[in-house]
């Protein structure tokens, strides 16, 4: 009887870890998500021009499809990480590319501009280890 | 009787169009090419190197995952485009990535290889118009 217990709560122990991150969608290991062009400190002559998202060790699938070890681009402008625990919020500083789009063109006024590549799973929500890409800055004349 | 010759050829046409191509359609603006290496380059041997697949104005998506104005990549080395209305053989010269990924590392003999992009459908089909790259050459060497 006291046996059973024992198993019962270790059982639960082991579970309970499980339960907690049920929430958030595993990154694969080595996963990086990285912006191909511009590149940090690039001046743009036009507003108009095209960001190209790279993704190493990970895959793109559109939104609302849960498949293993992939998720969609957000590019964040001028604007920093979001609440990782939560889906990205979807503005004119958080561009969604739920469509599977590796490319995008975007146009920015003159001045300086961050840009920033965050992957979400089929929900939005930044995968668990979060994969973003470093923040550059650019400058559009 | 010349009504119905037009008739027959207007449906040989038709039907011949139907057989060079898949039935899932793509954006007609949808283009893919490789990002790198460029045309004409120069690779050093023995040594793995990064094919980098771009795509624009239609989406990634895995295999199997059937969303609308999406593909997933298929990197033809060493051989012509296979059949347009058919799966996309898989063996060493036609490389599929249907788990959405949008660039490899791979390893070639030294010599001369071309190499070309192909968009598949859930299938594995090309699309409707069917979406594929210049072919390039590279050397290895």
């Given at each position: 009887?006291?046996?059973?217990?024992?198993?019962?709560?270790?059982?639960?122990?082991v579970?309970?870890?499980?339960?907690?991150?049920?929430?958030?969608?595993?990154?694969?290991?080595?996963?990086?998500?990285?912006?191909?062009?511009?590149?940090?400190?690039?001046?743009?002559?036009?507003?108009?021009?095209?960001?190209?998202?790279?993704?190493?060790?990970?895959g793109v699938?559109?939104?609302?499809?849960?498949?293993?070890?992939?998720?969609?681009?957000?590019?964040?402008?001028?604007?920093?990480?979001?609440?990782?625990?939560?889906?990205?919020?979807?503005?004119?500083?958080?561009?969604?590319?739920?469509?599977?789009?590796?490319?995008?063109?975007?146009?920015?006024?003159?001045?300086?501009?961050?840009?920033?590549?965050?992957?979400?799973?089929y929900?939005?929500v930044?995968?668990?280890?979060?994969?973003?890409?470093?923040?550059?800055?650019?400058?559009?004349? | 009787?010349?009504?119905?010759?037009?008739?027959?050829?207007?449906?040989?046409?038709?039907?011949?169009g139907?057989?060079?191509?898949?039935?899932?359609?793509?954006?007609?603006?949808?283009?893919?090419?490789?990002?790198?290496?460029?045309?004409?380059?120069?690779?050093?041997?023995?040594?793995?190197?990064?094919?980098?697949?771009?795509?624009?104005?239609?989406g990634?998506?895995?295999?199997?995952?059937?969303?609308?104005?999406?593909?997933?990549?298929?990197?033809?080395?060493?051989?012509?485009?296979?059949?347009?209305?058919?799966?996309?053989?898989?063996?060493?010269?036609?490389?599929?990535?249907?788990?959405?990924?949008?660039?490899?590392?791979?390893?070639?003999?030294?010599?001369?290889?071309?190499?070309?992009?192909?968009?598949?459908?859930?299938?594995?089909?090309?699309?409707?118009?069917?979406?594929?790259?210049?072919?390039?050459t590279?050397?290895?060497?």
């Amino acid at each position: 009887m006291r046996r059973r217990e024992t198993l019962l709560a270790l059982a639960a122990a082991v579970m309970m870890p499980r339960l907690a991150f049920a929430g958030r969608t595993p990154s694969p290991p080595g996963a990086e998500v990285y912006i191909i062009w511009p590149p940090d400190g690039a001046t743009i002559p036009t507003g108009k021009f095209w960001v190209r998202m790279g993704l190493r060790n990970m895959g793109v699938c559109p939104k609302g499809i849960d498949r293993p070890n992939t998720g969609h681009h957000h590019l964040l402008i001028d604007t920093d990480l979001p609440p990782l625990d939560q889906p990205i919020p979807s503005d004119r500083n958080h561009l969604h590319f739920g469509a599977g789009e590796t490319e995008a063109r975007i146009e920015l006024p003159p001045g300086k501009h961050t840009l920033q590549l965050l992957m979400g799973d089929y929900n939005h929500v930044p995968h668990d280890p979060p994969v973003y890409s470093k923040k550059i800055t650019i400058t559009v004349k | 009787m010349n009504r119905i010759l037009v008739f027959a050829a207007s449906l040989a046409l038709l039907l011949g169009g139907a057989a060079h191509a898949g039935t899932t359609p793509a954006d007609p603006r949808a283009f893919v090419y490789i990002g790198w290496p460029n045309d004409g380059q120069v690779m050093p041997a023995g040594r793995p190197f990064r094919v980098w697949f771009g795509l624009r104005y239609m989406g990634v998506a895995p295999k199997d995952v059937a969303y609308p104005n999406t593909g997933h990549h298929h990197l033809l080395i060493d051989t012509d485009l296979p059949p347009m209305d058919q799966p996309i053989p898989s063996d060493r010269n036609h490389l599929h990535f249907g788990a959405g990924e949008t660039e490899t590392m791979i390893q070639l003999p030294p010599g001369k290889h071309t190499l070309q992009l192909l968009m598949g459908d859930a299938h594995h089909i090309p699309h409707n118009p069917p979406v594929y790259s210049k072919k390039i050459t590279i050397y290895v060497k």
